[in-house]
């Protein structure tokens, strides 16, 4: 199966066999007939006319049925006008004839049967390459290498894993080509790149086609008509290689051969502006090489882009480099992402999963099935890239496998592929990704961000901390415009939420995501944020104690940070920190439980710079619920500490 998401990407074949006409001192044959239509039919392919080529050449095989030469030079012709099982005959014949020849031909043969999936076939003739004396280094080198390859396809193809394609219909796909590009992390937006053909009058042949982006929409589980993604993104020029931010806020794609290029294709991005999306902004010099740089993906900590090219200080023809956003919002210098990932053939088409633990991408180099294969790569626990996994047969074949998509929560992946039986060319299919290739899954919290009290839709920050190692995993924004956020949550984790904007107090949330919180019953909530005002209370849900004790649990230092950013930050900002409890024990008991724990609290922003004057605190008890005692998950809520606006 040819698989392929970018349109950008030219396999060029070069014939190789056509120099062994000249290695012999004498032609195989003694016809001379033969060897005039021989040397006729050489002019003829030089000339590029295929067709008179041929047949001079079948003319002079009918003088002579063994003339090697003409069968290799029939072989070479047949390469370049793309009929490669036909090639592989010619050249297979060309041994038969039992006359003298390269042994390069066994090279050459191999490696057509290899790009055509003829495993075995391609491993028998390069181990006869190999019987021969005094070859050349490199070529034993890479006939071992290719005989890997087989050895390793052949298994592969032994042992498959499970594949069944899904083409998604008349909404998205049409007669022409269609590239997938990216699926929002709420799985709700599916956007492409589909390639149209230009007003019929035109002449530059490079303009026949153009490339825009569409998107469509998923409504009750059903694709809605692919709609045109139109300006400023699209142009009367060719973009591809389109990438959305895990929380739908930025838009990354390629674009070749514009005025503010640096290179030959350059990486531009875009930011969402309510429903629509800002002028598209080349990422820069920093970024942006004299050559090829394309294939973005922005990973869901909002701030790493990882993306192929082709610069000076990569490992070889192609590689994969990633660069971070800057506080300042620059980019910071790319960094190859080293041996672990690259080798010195290509490697293309990175894309980074919402768990931003999951990289995949496709590459010749590493042991695959012959061309492109499509690989994945785990981070370890030291946030380096772990040796890639071959994503196997037969989702990759013996062709060009280019590019995967997987959703957030790491079931489903779409390809592009030109398998017969699509709507049209290049079609856009889905499948269920087994399960040793899946990913961490990813869940999702979605909602509007709000003013308490006027209810004006907000821009606010995100921040997404994981709880055990005080690392920020996911940092986002809320549209300025429209409030609207969405904000990616991997599994297998404790997180703690803060939501902050200048002139408001910071809401706080924590999700526990050990228990695999499905991404089929994702967090849905808006979130109003309060401003800062006298009498204004903040439940603070990232303070953490043991059962019945007042000792800060470690993890409750990322709260308390923000506490202590909001009050450095205000410095006229007074406040009184109190302590609840639920009704569990008694109410003596419970108040003194609810007082030292505010005043722990209080303490802690003592000891880390805060006047007293501008502290106090208060332990309550189980007096002021804001839940049912009911219920253990009312009793969790009443169970809080809290900060209330004293003087500001």
Not at 7 to 35: D, M, R
Not at 619 to 648: H, L, Q
């Amino acid at each position: 199966m040819k698989i392929f998401v970018q349109p950008f990407t030219l396999l060029l074949f070069i014939s190789l066999s056509l120099n062994l006409v000249g290695q012999n001192q004498q032609l195989t044959t003694t016809s001379k007939k033969a060897e005039k239509y021989f040397f006729s039919a050489i002019d003829q392919y030089q000339a590029k006319n295929f067709e008179n080529a041929l047949s001079n050449l079948k003319k002079a095989l009918d003088q002579d049925p063994f003339f090697t030469e003409a069968f290799i030079l029939q072989g070479d012709i047949l390469i370049d006008d793309h009929q490669i099982e036909k090639a592989i005959l010619s050249y297979q014949q060309a041994i038969n004839t039992n006359r003298p020849f390269s042994p390069n031909l066994y090279m050459i043969l191999a490696t057509q049967q290899l790009n055509m999936g003829k495993y075995a076939d391609a491993r028998f003739n390069f181990s006869r390459y190999l019987e021969f004396e005094r070859i050349p280094e490199q070529n034993k080198q890479r006939a071992e290498l290719c005989i890997k390859k087989c050895d390793f396809a052949l298994h592969c193809i032994a042992n498959p894993v499970p594949f069944t394609l899904e083409n998604l219909g008349d909404s998205i796909n049409s007669p022409n080509d269609e590239y997938i590009n990216d699926i929002t992390s709420d799985d709700e937006k599916l956007y492409f790149t589909r390639k149209n053909p230009r007003d019929e009058n035109t002449t530059d042949p490079t303009l026949k086609f153009e490339e825009d982006f569409y998107y469509s929409q998923r409504i009750d589980s059903l694709w809605t008509k692919a709609v045109n993604l139109g300006s400023p993104i699209n142009s009367h020029g060719n973009e591809g290689a389109l990438n959305i931010s895990p929380d739908g806020q930025y838009l990354f794609f390629a674009a070749c051969n514009r005025p503010d290029g640096y290179g030959s294709c350059d990486l531009y991005w875009a930011k969402r502006i309510g429903s629509r999306w800002s002028v598209p902004e080349n990422l820069g010099s920093t970024v942006n090489s004299p050559q090829w740089d394309s294939q973005p993906s922005f990973s869901s900590d909002g701030k790493t882009l990882y993306f192929s090219s082709n610069r000076p200080g990569g490992k070889g023809s192609s590689d994969l480099w990633k660069t971070t956003l800057l506080p300042d919002n620059q980019w910071s210098e790319p960094i190859n992402l080293g041996d672990s990932i690259n080798t010195r053939a290509e490697e293309m088409a990175p894309f980074i999963h919402p768990d931003d633990q999951t990289l995949y991408f496709s590459s010749k180099g590493h042991l695959g099935m012959g061309g492109l294969d499509l690989f994945y790569s785990r981070k370890n626990f030291l946030g380096n890239w772990q040796k890639p996994v071959n994503i196997g047969y037969p989702i990759n074949t013996h062709a060009d496998e280019i590019s995967i998509i997987v959703n957030a929560d790491g079931k489903i992946a779409y390809i592009s592929s030109d398998i017969p039986g699509g709507k049209g060319k290049q079609d856009i299919y889905k499948f269920n990704l087994y399960k040793e290739a899946q990913p961490v899954p990813a869940n999702y919290f979605k909602g509007i961000v709000f003013d308490s009290e006027t209810k004006e839709r907000l821009g606010a920050r995100f921040e997404l901390i994981d709880l055990q190692t005080s690392r920020t995993i996911v940092e986002s924004n809320s549209d300025k415009n429209t409030g609207e956020f969405l904000l990616i949550i991997p599994a297998r984790k404790n997180y703690a939420l803060n939501v902050s904007k200048d002139g408001y107090l910071f809401f706080s949330e924590n999700f526990t995501m050990l228990d695999g919180h499905s991404q089929g019953d994702p967090f849905i909530n808006n979130i109003y944020l309060k401003p800062m005002r006298v009498g204004e209370a903040v439940i603070l849900k990232n303070i953490f104690f043991d059962t019945d004790q007042f000792t800060l649990k470690e993890t409750s230092l990322i709260e308390l940070h923000k506490l202590l950013e909001l009050l450095k930050n205000n410095p006229k900002l007074k406040i009184e920190i109190s302590g609840h409890t639920d009704i569990i024990g008694t109410m003596g008991h419970n108040l003194e439980l609810s007082k030292n724990r505010a005043k722990t609290v209080y303490d802690y922003l003592i000891l880390n710079g805060i006047v007293k004057d501008r502290l106090s605190f208060e332990g309550y008890g189980s007096n002021n619920p804001v839940d049912s005692n009911e219920t253990e998950a009312g009793r969790a809520n009443n169970r809080r500490t809290e900060f209330k606006i004293i003087s500001n």
